[in-house]
């Protein structure tokens, strides 16, 4: 079946320690972006790509850090620089059309600091 | 840069009646897109509806439609015969109308109780 898929679910992380969040799609899409969500707030954008080998900083890049080596892949790295991690990432995806196409999430992954 | 903005954090309905969400929205921009997404507790985001800038008709998905105000910079949703299942966050987005990579900005949030 097509469609996102990140993984893990939940991630566990100790201070000081970097974290990878991954995110594969099949869909052909070109573009990918990450987004935070924080309790019973709206999704905020950390990092977005639009071709392989280029990506852009969103409204809260700090302490994190992307890679677009694939087309289908863009692993986020929650970086031990980022003060305040725990949250819940989506992942999300779009094709390349001029007719505003619509963005797909994955189901999400959640990251705990201990 | 634009904005998106939801008043109400928090609305409640009755089961079968209709309810409204608000939505405002600021932007320079002519082109652009409006969506609705909902997001139930397992957090997955589902697109609701789309509205496109350009066009005046307001769109329709089933038992949701959208009241969309461009002078106003309005966009709000209408969902009829609400149900249960309809309980769920519920995020309004806004979206430059360019190619790919084109970001996309959410509000707040309105958490949406359907009362049995």
């Known amino acids: 079946d097509g469609g996102i898929t990140q993984s893990p679910k939940y991630l566990f992380r100790k201070e000081g320690q970097n974290v990878t969040l991954s995110c594969e799609q099949n869909?052909?899409?070109?573009?990918m972006y990450w987004y935070r969500q924080d309790p019973g707030q709206g999704l905020r954008l950390i990092y977005y790509?639009?071709?392989?080998?280029?990506?852009q900083k969103g409204d809260i890049a700090e302490g994190y850090s992307v890679s677009r080596e694939k087309k289908e892949s863009f692993p986020l790295t929650v970086t031990s620089a980022q003060k305040n991690p725990t949250a819940f990432y989506l992942c999300?995806?779009?094709?390349?059309?001029?007719?505003?196409?619509?963005?797909?999430f994955g189901e999400g992954s959640w990251l705990t600091v201990v | 840069a634009q904005t998106v903005t939801q008043s109400q954090p928090e609305m409640s309905v009755q089961e079968a009646e209709t309810v409204t969400l608000s939505c405002t929205y600021d932007?320079?921009?002519?082109?652009?897109?409006l969506f609705w997404y909902k997001q139930p507790p397992s957090r997955q985001m589902i697109l609701v509806i789309r509205?496109?800038?350009?066009?005046?008709q307001n769109a329709t998905e089933n038992r949701f439609s959208v009241n969309f105000q461009k002078a106003a910079k309005s966009f709000s949703l209408k969902i009829s015969d609400s149900q249960l299942g309809d309980a769920a966050m519920y995020f309004c987005?806004?979206?430059?109308?360019?190619?790919?990579?084109?970001?996309?900005?959410f509000g707040e949030g309105t958490q949406l109780t359907v009362n049995p």
């Open positions: 999300a995806s779009m094709p390349y059309s001029p007719s505003g196409n619509t963005i797909y």
């Open positions: 509205q496109e800038a350009y066009k005046q």
């Open positions: 932007t320079s921009e002519s082109d652009y897109y």
């Open positions: 790509s639009q071709i392989v080998n280029d990506f």
């Open positions: 987005a806004y979206r430059r109308g360019e190619t790919s990579g084109s970001r996309l900005t």
């Open positions: 869909l052909n899409h070109d573009a």
